[in-house]
């Protein structure tokens, strides 16, 4: 079987035991029942086929969103995407009679849907959804009619209403039924605050100022330059700038979106030729596409964004327009786009990726640390424990493509020139690598203590488990730039006897190798850190001043 699954093409396997693959057929389901909803009201109420655009819209994305939610965050979901989609609605009007005033709205709308992230995660899934109906109005082909009345927007509130509710359906049974795993809140504290975070913004109304800058610089450069299709603009800076997690990430990304998005306009543009406005075989494949897309987005976010711009080809030529004399157009209005948000998030207030990495890195130690310190038999404090450091590895893990492609393109320019050994040299992707390679030796720490509490508090077990903790403080130390001892490696410490066996119960010794693997782990830690500044105290004996 293993074989078998080596010969697959890698977009395969990528996603083992094709966990992905079932939330895909989950959201593609909520998408199919959300269409058809809204294909019945749209028919029934003669109204705008723009509805039926929007409900597939918000299914698709809201699906992503509230793909962690429990059952109070989905009623949360359930009250803000009406009376977003709503919002939105009268935005949208505005922007056929006073575009400016609808432009300054929309900016305002984007930054705010970010900085309420701030007031923690209960609330950052509501700040997701608020967006939606925006990056809806994004996708809809303009028409040149008149403007909607009010009583369209109660209508759109209802079509969100539906979309979000089967979304929910969709996602709970599939979460009952297994087909899915449920979702898991980590119990996460506050970070403590960066040296100097009281003299400049948090982070969330940092990204949140790029975020404006970036829709608003969109705004100005698409209207000015192309004034019928200035959304293309708007939307591909409002994708490269969301969830920037550092200038490196918002780069990488913003490249992956602009070269994937090209792609999939010149691949559609040839496809959509084949078909002629309204045929049911382009909704088909428009379909078929969408949930190419949601499965391959943790491949790459250029498999994303070529798929969701392919889309947008094959919606245009569904509305009758000609793809072939919009080509260069949507090309070069993709490329400005990127390059509308890549410069604000370089330019307004950024984050250094360097400074993102230090402190989720020290997020998760301070984790780690904590669990190393709960007793054996206190139960609960161990699966929290457990829990709030697999959050952190994942938050890290969100940092980890434009770390490897930096890793990669160093080791390679290495090879290239014959300077070095690439292999040899530590590299920021190695802190994420190592964190993330403590969830397993930490896993079997917690089950071990579960089993039996009395391996905790072997002697043994319990001096190894001190020597650890006391190395993740001194990695933390080195992150902080704060005096105090060095990481010093545990394994170079244990006298080594030849020929000699390891003695103890198979349960002791695998608790004692756990414990060496993560201090492993944060050797690889200290490699890329540094030690931390000496105490004045030793500085100044080591320099012999009495």
Same mark, same amino acid.
């Given at each position: ?7 697959? %093409? ?6 083992? #035991? ?11 389901? $909520? ?13 029934? $109420? ?6 039926? &655009? ?11 969103? /509230? ?23 009268? =935005? ?6 006073? +575009?400016?005033?609808?432009? $300054? ?10 900085? &309420? ?24 082909? %303009? ?17 969100? &209403? ?8 969709? /996602?709970?049974?599939?979460? !009952? ?11 996460? %504290? ?15 109304? !940092? ?19 192309? %004034? ?119 330019? =307004? ?26 007793? #054996? ?17 994942? /938050? ?72 650890? $903790? ?14 105090? +001892?060095?990481?010093?490696?545990? !394994? ?15 349960? /002791? ?38």
């Amino acid at each position: 079987m293993s074989s078998f699954f080596s010969r697959l %093409p890698r977009a395969v396997r990528f996603d083992p #035991g094709l966990r992905l693959l079932c939330g895909t057929a989950v959201t593609t389901a $909520a998408m199919l029942a959300a269409y058809g909803s809204a294909l019945l009201i749209e028919h029934l $109420a003669h109204l705008r086929v723009d509805v039926v &655009v929007q409900a597939v819209v918000l299914a698709a994305t809201a699906a992503r969103i /509230q793909l962690t939610a429990d059952r109070y965050d989905r009623l949360i979901g359930l009250a803000v995407l009406p009376a977003a989609a709503a919002g939105a609605a009268e =935005i949208g009007r505005l922007m056929t009679l006073h +575009p400016n005033v609808a432009d $300054a709205l929309f900016t305002l709308g984007t930054a705010l849907a970010v900085w &309420v992230r701030r007031f923690g995660p209960r609330v950052a899934p509501a700040g997701g959804l608020l967006v939606l109906p925006l990056v809806a109005l994004l996708v809809m082909p %303009p028409d040149g009619g008149p403007a909607a009345d009010h009583g369209h927007t109660l209508w759109v509130a209802l079509i969100a &209403v539906v979309s979000g509710a089967w979304v929910a359906l969709f /996602q709970a049974a599939a979460v !009952r039924t297994g087909l899915v795993p449920a979702p898991v809140r980590a119990p996460v %504290p506050e970070s403590a605050p960066e040296p100097g975070a009281r003299r400049r913004p948090d982070v969330h109304t !940092r990204m949140a100022l790029q975020m404006a800058g970036a829709v608003g610089g969109a705004f100005v450069a698409g209207r000015a330059v192309w %004034p019928d299709h200035w959304a293309w603009v708007v939307l591909t800076a409002f994708i490269v700038c969301s969830g920037a997690r550092g200038r490196g990430d918002v780069l990488f990304k913003g490249l992956q979106r602009a070269v994937g998005a090209a792609a999939g306009t010149v691949v559609a543009t040839a496809v959509a030729g084949a078909f002629g406005p309204h045929e049911d075989a382009a909704v088909v494949l428009i379909f078929a596409v969408l949930a190419l897309a949601t499965w391959l987005r943790e491949l790459s976010y250029a498999y994303w964004a070529g798929c969701v711009t392919a889309v947008l080809s094959l919606l245009y030529g569904w509305f009758g327009q000609s793809s072939d004399d919009l080509l260069r157009t949507r090309l070069a209005a993709i490329g400005l786009g990127a390059a509308v948000g890549i410069a604000a998030s370089w330019l =307004i207030l950024p984050l250094r990726t360097r400074d993102v990495l230090r402190r989720r890195t020290a997020d998760a130690l301070a984790a780690l640390n904590d669990l190393l310190g709960v007793t #054996g038999t206190d139960r609960p404090a161990l699966l929290r424990g457990r829990a709030r450091f697999a959050y952190g590895a994942a /938050q890290l893990e969100l940092l980890a493509r434009p770390l490897r492609a930096e890793r990669r393109a160093a080791r390679s320019a290495r090879r290239l020139t014959g300077r070095g050994s690439p292999a040899g040299r530590p590299y920021r992707a190695d802190v994420v690598d190592a964190v993330v390679a403590c969830e397993a030796p930490l896993g079997v720490l917690v089950d071990g203590a579960v089993a039996d509490p009395a391996l905790w508090s072997d002697p043994r077990v319990a001096r190894l488990n001190r020597a650890v $903790a006391a190395n993740s403080a001194a990695v933390r130390r080195a992150i902080g730039h704060r005096p105090g +001892p060095a990481y010093q490696a545990i !394994r170079a410490r244990i006298p080594r006897q030849p020929g000699a066996a390891p003695t103890g119960s198979p349960e /002791q010794l695998r608790m004692l190798a756990a414990l060496l693997a993560v201090d492993d782990a944060l050797g690889a830690m200290a490699a890329v850190f540094g030690d931390p500044p000496q105490a004045e105290a030793e500085a100044v004996k080591e320099a012999g001043v009495s």
